[in-house]
C-alpha cells in the first residue's frame, strides 16, 4: 500500500477576503452570494451526505465561514508537466439542528440551530467550496440569550460571546433551494 505525499510550494497557504458563490434563483437566472467572514454575511448552507440508514430529517447543513484559503500543492498526485496543483478550501464552524425546539410549517416557527460543542470532533472543519450552494441567512434568537458553552474566547467567536440559538430564515432562500432540488432530479 502506497502512501500519497503533496507539499505547499513555498511553505504558503493564501486568505481570501471574501468567496463568491454562483446559483440558480427561483425564477431561472443566475444570481451571486458573496460570503465575507469578517460580516454577518458568512453562513453557507451545503447539501447533506444521506446515509444508508435513510438519512436525515434535513437536507441541508449550515456552516459559519471563518477563513478562505487557497494552496499550490506539489506532489506525486499532480500531473506530468505541471509544477502544482491550486487547492482551495474554507474553514469552518458548523452548526446543528436543535431538535429540541419544535419547528416547521406545522408548529408555525423557523428552524432553530445552535453550534456543535467545541469538545465535538465535528465542531470545525475544513470544506471544498464547490459543495457550498448558496449563502444562508441565519438570525440570532436574540431572546434565548448568549453562552460561552459552545467555544471559550477564540478566533472563530464574537468577543462577548455566541448566541444560545440561531433561526435559519428559510424564506429568503426558499424558493432557491427548491431550484436546486429541480436542478439535481
Known amino acids: 500500500m502506497s502512501s500519497t505525499q ?8 493564501y486568505r481570501h477576503a471574501t468567496a463568491a458563490f454562483n446559483f440558480t434563483t427561483y425564477n431561472i437566472r443566475r444570481d451571486r452570494d458573496t460570503v465575507n467572514p469578517t460580516t454577518d454575511k458568512c453562513n453557507i448552507l451545503v447539501a447533506r451526505e444521506q446515509s444508508a440508514e435513510g438519512g436525515h430529517r434535513h437536507p441541508f447543513g ?10 499550490q500543492i506539489q506532489g506525486d498526485f499532480v500531473s506530468d508537466g505541471v509544477e ?7 474553514w469552518v464552524q458548523w ?11 406545522a408548529v408555525r416557527h423557523l428552524e432553530c440551530l445552535q453550534f456543535i460543542l467545541r469538545t465535538d470532533s465535528n465542531a470545525f472543519g475544513f470544506l471544498d467550496p464547490a459543495h457550498v450552494i448558496q449563502g444562508a441567512h441565519i438570525l440570532p434568537a436574540y431572546h ?18 455566541d448566541y444560545q440559538f440561531y433561526y435559519v430564515n428559510r424564506y429568503v432562500v426558499w424558493m432557491d433551494v427548491c ?6 432530479q
Open 95 to 105: 452548526y446543528k439542528y436543535a431538535d429540541e425546539i419544535p419547528a416547521g410549517t
Open 84 to 90: 502544482a496543483a491550486r487547492f482551495n478550501f474554507l
Open 144 to 161: 434565548k440569550g448568549r453562552t460561552t458553552e459552545f467555544l471559550g474566547p477564540s478566533i472563530a467567536r464574537d468577543p462577548d460571546s
Open 179 to 184: 431550484s436546486y432540488f429541480l436542478q439535481i
Open 6 to 13: 503533496f507539499y505547499f510550494k513555498h511553505n504558503r497557504i
Open 62 to 71: 449550515y456552516a459559519r465561514v471563518l477563513g478562505m484559503y487557497h494552496v
